[in-house]
């Protein structure tokens, strides 16, 4: 069982809508968890943190945890082609990170 | 902003070559980390140095060496080259902690003919 699960995709959805991206993980005692954007043949770049359960909001992201139930997803609220992109979860746990294999999200004007 | 530098965005190697992939971070970061990427495998960590001449395996660190002489700088070497080394290559820093994230440099798309 991988540490870190994501759904590869792709998500399409059109513009304006609100896209949701989901990441699962193994390990109850994760601390952190974070989000990355990584465009085609680009690094990926850090879109959001979260470290307690609940909704965190940044703009058109939010986050949500739920611990109890190991999950952590990516709200985007007006989906805009710009966000057509892979988004990477990652969790660190115990001086370790992990990240999932990406979620592609396709935004269709 | 944190700045992570990769010496190379492209390269071309032969096979059998050592090659010398460098990262430098201007942030005084703690952690250095070399990752590979590639389709339908995800980031893949090759090593680790949680402080300077400090370096830990990661889940693949087979063919690959590292050097961290000084705390801005992180190397990856590859010691013999082969085509199956061909790949995306991150670097990545961050303070240690809990609650720091990892900040990638641009990447190094190598090629092994």
């Known amino acids: 069982q991988k540490e870190v699960e994501q759904n590869s995709g792709p998500l399409s959805v059109p513009e304006g809508a609100i896209a949701s991206l989901n990441c699962t993980y193994s390990d109850r005692g994760s601390q952190s968890f974070f989000w990355y954007r990584q465009y085609s043949g680009k690094s990926p770049e850090l879109i959001m943190s979260i470290y307690s359960n609940g909704d965190k909001e940044d703009g058109r992201f939010t986050a949500q945890l739920n611990k109890a139930s190991q999950y952590v997803s990516l709200l985007i609220r007006d989906s805009q082609p710009s966000d057509s992109a892979t988004y990477l979860c990652a969790v660190y746990n115990f001086n370790k990170f992990y990240f999932g294999s990406g979620t592609k999200l396709n935004v269709k004007p | 902003d944190v700045k992570v530098t990769q010496s190379s965005r492209y390269l071309v190697k032969r096979t059998g070559e050592k090659v010398f992939l460098e990262c430098v971070q201007d942030?005084?970061?703690?952690?250095m980390f070399w990752y590979r990427q590639d389709p339908g495998l995800g980031l893949r960590l090759i090593y680790f140095?949680?402080?300077?001449?400090?370096?830990e395996k990661g889940d693949i660190p087979e063919g690959y060496s590292v050097s961290r002489e000084k705390k801005e700088r992180f190397s990856l070497i590859l010691e013999s080259a082969s085509t199956n080394q061909t790949s995306m290559y991150l670097c990545?820093?961050?303070?240690?902690?809990?609650?720091?994230?990892?900040?990638f440099g641009d990447g190094t798309r190598l090629s092994i003919l």
């Open positions: 942030m005084d970061h703690e952690n």
């Open positions: 990545a820093s961050s303070f240690g902690g809990w609650n720091q994230p990892q900040h």
């Open positions: 140095s949680y402080d300077v001449k400090m370096k």
